[in-house]
């Protein structure tokens, strides 16, 4: 019994031992570090990649030296950082970062290491990388340098003394020809341009309704096209008759509006009940009712001339009632 109970227990041990040497042993083993340079030497500015991986072989968090503007003497252009997994599914991983350095002192320079930490699980890894010499050379001629095929400047070309008086006369010729053009430019940019008065827009307005009549069917998709160019028309005399902005409106603003508008009674409700129904034909795809187009119409038509300066609307009015007389 007593060797039953050495061996159970000798087993326990030796399984709590492996399992802790294999914890410790995963926890101590750091990460693998690889730092390099894509230049040994450069030229002073030139831009210089330096690439630094954190391979890890479980799962991690990445902790790495934030960096300001500067590494060492060196000036930092750019600094990416990001995680690159090996599979879907896989913990482990390879954290890299590209710092592009730049710097403007010729000479022989080391670039500093970078640090940082890594977290796995419950421990806390630091890392650091190498420094690496690099060498960044003068853009200036170096002393020992062949500059012998350089060749001097030429002596100064003299002009024979007619061309000199030749070319003065062209000269001043030029500069008074571009001095008259300049004068008569600024003469005529002085002069008002006449410009024909624009279009009442009433006369715009009756104009278009009379081309929607001939180029559009009411009955054709419901009505929609229809109200469409009707609505447009009436919001751009208003826009033009009362200096409104409602063709960038919706209707509910349009409509908050129409109390204090400057026409009847009977023609805002009329409007409000207008602006509702044009809604419902073009963005519900309510088919317009027979007949209700032409009515519409109408009544946009008979809005637009009743609501003319008072001395057009009495003489739409006259001429209208002299008309139906003679008929």
Known sequence: MTTHRRLIVSFCLASVLSICS???????????????????TATVGDPIKLSITVDHQSDWQQFPQPLSGKLGDFDILRDTAFVDRRREGD???????????AI???????????????????????????????????????????????????QPYVAPESRWRFWTGIALLGAA????????????????????????????????????????????DGGRLWYFRLSEILRR?????????????????????????PFSESHR?????????????????????????????????????????PRLADAGTTEQSGARAAA
Do not use: C
């Open 91 to 101: 913990k482990g991983g390879a954290f890299k970062r590209e710092l592009t350095l």
């Open 22 to 40: 294999g914890w410790f042993a995963q926890a101590a083993t750091p990460p693998r570090v690889v730092v390099s340079a894509d230049h040994q």
């Open 104 to 154: 403007f002192k010729p000479g022989g320079h080391w670039i500093p290491s970078v640090s940082g930490y890594t977290v796995i699980g419950a421990d806390t890894l630091r890392w650091q990388t190498d420094s690496l010499a690099i060498n960044i050379e003068s853009v200036l001629a170096r002393p020992d340098a062949d500059t012998t095929d350089i060749a001097g400047l030429k």
């Open 269 to 309: 409700g009329r409007a409000a009940e207008f602006l509702r129904l044009a809604d419902y034909i073009r963005y519900a795809r309510q088919p317009a009712q027979e007949g209700r187009p032409e009515v519409d119409w109408e009544w946009v038509k008979s809005f637009i001339l009743e609501t003319r300066p």
């Open 177 to 220: 020809i571009a001095a008259y053009l300049w004068y008569r430019l600024r003469r005529r940019a002085h002069e008002p341009v006449p410009m024909a008065p624009p279009r009442p827009a009433w006369e715009v307005a009756l104009e278009e309704l009379e081309q929607l009549r001939r180029e559009v069917n009411p009955a054709a």
């Open 237 to 261: 005399y208003w826009d033009a008759r009362y200096d409104w902005q409602s063709i960038d409106q919706t209707t509910t603003e349009i409509i908050r509006v129409l109390p204090q508008a």
